[in-house]
């Protein structure tokens, strides 16, 4: 462990608050960029599916990079591995912020994403190792207000920049931060490793790399292309088998990339299963609410941003509160309360209709944030307290990929709900209302009926998506219930040495 970050001395705030403005401006930008497609596509001359990449690619470079942080964490310190990744970021924004092809820009924001991608799991980390169990939830409170709080006031921020300036400004304005945080850290880092002997089975990041990729990759692209496109399920089938392989291979190393023996603790394993269902589950009102609100309804990108802008408030506010009622009450009770607010607010929002008014939607968004405040860090925190500090790089490095993973689940899968059910309804309507017509319609009134039925239809298949979230809500409701209050794991490793110093002390006598 690094020198300087042990929970037995006074944790590292100076490290700390580095390292979260580091994982502040990676995650903000994960999301920036969203609102900005449409205009990139103009300025660039290129299509909907061309443009996605800048998503995809950013998903992707995550996806292939974190399961490879567990064996970075454990094989440098703190200060490189910073340095490391904000230098990627940095050069990859300023690359972005000046590229004038598209292909310049892709690879810019894959430079970007290799850094962030070691950011997070790098920060959460160096929480678990600088806080007793007794007084971690306040601290990982923190850590959830960049988690959550940043990406969500992306869409917003971006929003209001593309209203008065170009897509460039959202590179051009986070540049100078990157750039000033790296300096900061290159000064004021100063943390020390040992000399670790470790090394990196290639075979293992080859095989982890198609596995979690090619599931991202063919996820991601079923929404747009259908789960019967070769490019769908051919991925996926690849990034299975792969990913099958890769965990076989895990469990023969004797020291592997990524250890899967986390998962014998019960409350790890337990704070998984939520995590993955709660994510999918979160994504709908992330893809489906904007789909809702400026296609259906017509309103701007800005006022859109806005109206997800208090929620996203009320959840920053609410992240450090919610660490610190973790370490007073546990995981459990949170979890129940957030859970049962989560789905409720989610069977709201499956009753749009075409007059629901801008401040319902944002009481309704705003609960909904409120309520997955209350689970997302506790979950994962009273999973994380369970770990022998040894398996920490471990538990964090699959806590983000799976998020990654169980994110394009999502998606792709409610993007598919919302589609096909969008078929259904518009057939359904259509068939309604040739039957009511006595008379052959005017092109004008043929036309104005089409596009009722069209939005019509669209409104009902983003209803029934909101419909599948509940139920998907509703098994995080159910499993939260076994929630026990986690307590740190002996370390099997240090009890086998201290057994053998035992027996070697009783045959010396």
């Not at 454990?74 to 490189?80: G, T």
């Not at 995981?331 to 009753?351: E, H, M, P, Q, W």
């Not at 039957?435 to 209803?463: R, S, Y």
């Not at 029934?464 to 740190?488: E, G, N, P, T, Y």
């Amino acid at each position: 462990m690094d020198q300087s970050i042990s929970k037995n001395n006074q944790p590292p705030y100076g490290i700390i608050a580095i390292l979260l403005i580091g994982a502040f401006i990676s995650m903000l930008n994960e999301t920036l960029l969203n609102v900005a497609l449409p205009s990139i596509m103009k300025d660039l001359n290129i299509t909907a599916s061309t443009v996605q990449w800048l998503s995809t690619g950013y998903m992707l470079v995550n996806g292939i990079m974190i399961p490879s942080t567990a064996f970075l964490i454990q094989k440098y310190s703190v200060r490189r591995l910073f340095l490391i990744a904000i230098s990627l970021f940095s050069i990859g924004t300023i690359i972005a912020g000046f590229s004038t092809s598209f292909p310049v820009l892709l690879i810019a924001r894959m430079v970007q994403a290799s850094g962030s991608a070691i950011m997070m799991p790098l920060l959460m980390n160096v929480m678990l190792t600088s806080f007793s169990v007794e007084k971690r939830g306040a601290a990982m409170g923190l850590f959830g207000l960049v988690f959550i709080f940043a990406p969500a006031i992306g869409p917003t921020l971006s929003g209001w920049l593309l209203e008065h300036y170009n897509w460039r400004i959202l590179f051009h304005l986070v540049t100078p931060i990157a750039i000033i945080v790296l300096l900061i850290g290159f000064f004021l880092l100063k943390d020390k490793k040992e000399k670790v002997d470790l090394r990196l089975d290639l075979l293992s990041l080859v095989l982890s790399s198609i596995g979690f990729g090619g599931l991202l990759y063919g996820f991601s692209s079923a929404g747009n292309k259908g789960w019967d496109s070769p490019q769908v399920y051919l991925t996926i089938g690849v990034g299975t088998i792969s990913l099958v392989t890769f965990i076989l291979r895990q469990f023969k190393l004797e020291k592997p990339m990524l250890n899967f023996r986390i998962y014998q603790y019960p409350m790890f394993a337990l704070s998984s299963a939520i995590s993955i269902v709660i994510t999918m589950a979160m994504f709908s009102a992330m893809l489906l609410l904007p789909i809702y609100v400026q296609t259906i309804r017509g309103i701007s990108p800005m006022r859109s941003g806005l109206l997800l802008l208090p929620g996203a408030i009320l959840m920053g506010i609410m992240s450090p509160i919610t660490g610190k009622l973790f370490d007073k009450f546990g995981g459990r009770v949170l979890a129940i309360v957030g859970l049962s607010i989560t789905t409720l607010t989610t069977y709201f929002l499956s009753k749009l209709t075409l007059d629901t008014s801008y401040t319902q939607l944002i009481l309704i968004y705003s609960g909904r944030m409120f309520g997955i405040s209350m689970v997302m860090m506790p979950v994962m925190t009273n999973g994380l307290n369970q770990l022998p500090a040894r398996f920490y790089p471990h538990g964090t490095a699959m806590n983000n990929t799976l998020q990654q993973v169980s994110g394009a689940i999502g998606s792709a899968l409610l993007v598919t709900i919302m589609s096909n059910r969008t078929k259904t309804h518009a057939k359904e309507l259509a068939a309604s209302a040739m039957k009511h017509i006595t008379e052959k319609p005017t092109p004008q009134a043929l036309f104005a009926m089409k596009q009722h039925i069209g939005t019509k239809a669209m409104l009902e298949g983003i209803n029934d998506s909101f419909i599948v979230s509940v139920f998907i809500a509703c098994i995080a409701l159910f499993l939260a219930f076994f929630i026990k209050r986690s307590k740190q794991a002996a370390d099997p490793l240090e009890v086998k040495i201290t057994e053998t110093q035992n027996v070697r002390k009783i045959a010396s006598n």
